[in-house]
């Protein structure tokens, strides 16, 4: 390397000569789908090799790392505690290769790369949106989308398996987590456009109990939120049934099974003349936002510090469109913001 006048190259402290001549980036990639998909089978088929091929390359880094890696339990494998050390490394190098990636990319002026975004269900109203607008601004970067409940969202959290993460008001309880306010998120009660109530103005808590509700699983944080303000009013709520999806949820409500408190973001593509009525209730619309989040200590990729600064400065869209649905949303931002309850993006 061609000496720099103003810096000493020191080599590093220890070059694992062993594991470069005998271990290779395929066989690590190779262990590290496996121990992500909990399967032999699964990880061919992700990668694109035969099974025999997946299997060669295990046991060559095995006799590598001199110790077995993975433990047959029943017809599923599971990394030996070798193979969890294996795993967080695997995790860390491949971080670090793909940062390296981007950077190259970046000083030829070219942007791109791969982003991997994890959301709770609600969010997938207009997590498409955003990623499909980010995309258009950077063409090259490859998107990667995952949705489910919240509980769901928090394991692969707590297992650092995505670069960001969409999650609600209960991302601020997760211990060494960096949350960025970027986007309202209103909880509003909804009834079929024919239900009495629809009309009625000022309706009370009370009125909404002697009503059959219609609540999310358990794990949903709406189903959290929901029961939440009844035992604060010492109201017990009439709940007819549980869904496990929002889209259920709307169908159950229109179909005149009950009231259901749901997020406006569930209702936009609807517009203000849909199937759903959204009443006047005291109390609501309960204003809670939406975090992008990661854990702390976490180097964020070029790409998901695109992304982050990216979505910071989208939320005028989404908050239009919210506004477009129900106008009466922008006196309750106003009434929000001057209470403390909603925070604008920091760079929006």
Known sequence: MPQDPEHTYTPPAAMPDYLIRHATLRQLQVFEAIVRLGSFTRAAEELFLTQPTVSMQIKKLSDAMGLPLFEHVGRNVRPTEAGLELYESCRRIFETLANLEMKMADLKGIKRGRLRLSVVSTAEYFAPELLGAFSRKFSGIDVALKVSNRDWVFDRFHANEDDLYVMGQAAL????????????????????????????????????????????????????????????????????????????????????????????????????????????????????????????????????????????????????????????????????????????????
Do not use: C
């Open 173 to 348: 309880d997760l211990p060494d987590i960096v949350a960025y306010p970027f986007a309202p998120n209103p909880l509003v009660v909804t009834a079929p456009r024919n239900h009495p109530l629809a009309r009625a103005k000022k309706v009370t808590l009370e009125q909404i109990a002697e009503e059959p509700l219609i609540l999310r699983e358990p794990g949903s944080g709406i189903r959290d939120a929901t029961l939440a303000i009844f035992n604060a009013a010492g109201i017990r709520p009439n709940v007819r049934m549980e869904l496990g999806s929002n889209e259920a949820i709307k169908h159950a409500v229109v179909g005149g099974l009950g009231l259901s408190v749901l997020s406006l973001h569930t209702l936009t593509l609807e517009g203000p003349d849909g199937p759903v009525a959204i009443l006047d209730i005291d109390g609501f619309p309960i204003m809670r936002q939406w975090y992008l989040v990661h854990p702390k200590g976490k180097e964020l990729s070029l790409v998901a510090k695109a992304f982050l600064e990216f979505a910071l400065e989208f939320e005028p869209q989404l908050r239009l469109r919210m506004e477009e649905t129900w106008p009466t949303m922008k006196k309750f931002m106003k009434t929000a913001k001057k209470a403390g309850r909603y925070k604008k993006p920091k760079n929006g």
